[in-house]
């Protein structure tokens, strides 16, 4: 009896996913979510901004210069979260052959890279004038930048291969493989000596930013997490189109369109 | 419905085998993955005797001695302490009883000459007044606790 309702729970799950992960339903669903996502991101950005950049108090050992982490510190989580995100779709569209999770993986690739590549250079600028230098290869920045290159290699893998089922077959193996950087990354400074300080917000302790500067970056964090959301929506709808584009419903609202 | 399984049991147990692979790597490079050592394990021997290494720890109160460019420091882990010598700019969060990573070789027994200076920040942030304040209420704390 039990076996036979979770078998039915599963059965319920696959259907509602090929309900919604038929790229047609999606096209349209992400169309509808996009305003919305776009909307809070900008009015995120907006407020988390003028609270950073006026109405938080200067710090006492930085001055001003800390400011740079309410853009760091979201694109620095951003990076990993994105790329959390990418290897569970692409795990998805090899294990599930869904075709929606391929698309999915592909269109994150980009926008994980451009994340990570803003933490590396926002902390490199920062770097500069309060360690005294703009790099080290120590294991927080080093880990940081093969999560970069991780990223580089899912796109040109994906670029390097025509057949877009065997480019994603391709690529998400190289995208669960890569995931073991991404604890590495977390954990790597408390498991080596490093130039990078440790987290100042963890979920088991308190914070150690002060809460008149920890409400900007939570803004700034959740504007760049809906940042991300929109950015997906846009892209895999492109990419959705392209990869449809000889069938009649794309083909149907070309011609509603032009 | 069974090719599926096979790939989900392929992708569970290749994500294993890697993160037991990475996880030997790490282990055995375990030393050349530190990006500093502290006073007490280069007095220990642990640090390379000769060439170039980095060494960390607190910038012990009272210890900066500055003439021109030239800067005398001591770095201690509160165990061991080393005495710095550099010479050159100085990072603006290089100051005492904060965090420093030192590049440079050792020249005695516990002095060092610094060919780089990187000042290690904390994971704290907070503004003047509120620093001013925990530091006042902390030495009202130590006092109390004194008598």
Known sequence: MGKFSRLACVTRLIKLIHKYGAPKRFYELAGTL?????SLTTLLFVSGLYLGLYWAPPDYQQGNAYRIMFVHVPNAWMSMMAYVAMALFAATGYIWNVRLADILAKATAPLGASFTLTALVTGSLWGKPMWGTYWVWDARLTSELVLFFLYVGYMALQASIDDPRRAAHASAILAIVGVVNVPIIHYSVYWWHTLHQP??????????????????????SLGFMFFYLTMLCVRTRSEILWRERRTDWVRKLVESRS | MRKQNKRLVFVLVGLAGVSVAVWLVLTAFRHNLVFFYSPTQVLEGKAPSHGVFRLGGIVEKGSIKKDGLHTTFTVTDLRHSMVVHYTGILPDLFRQGQGVVVQG??????????SQVLAKHGANYMPPDVAAELKRSMAAKAKAALS
């Open chain 2, 105 to 114: 070789r050792r020249v005695g027994t516990t002095t060092f000459m610094a």
């Open chain 1, 199 to 220: 987290a100042s917000l963890t979920l088991t302790s308190q914070p150690k930013i002060y809460i008149t500067m920890l409400i900007p970056l939570i803004i700034m």
């Open chain 1, 34 to 38: 996009t305003p919305w996502f776009a």
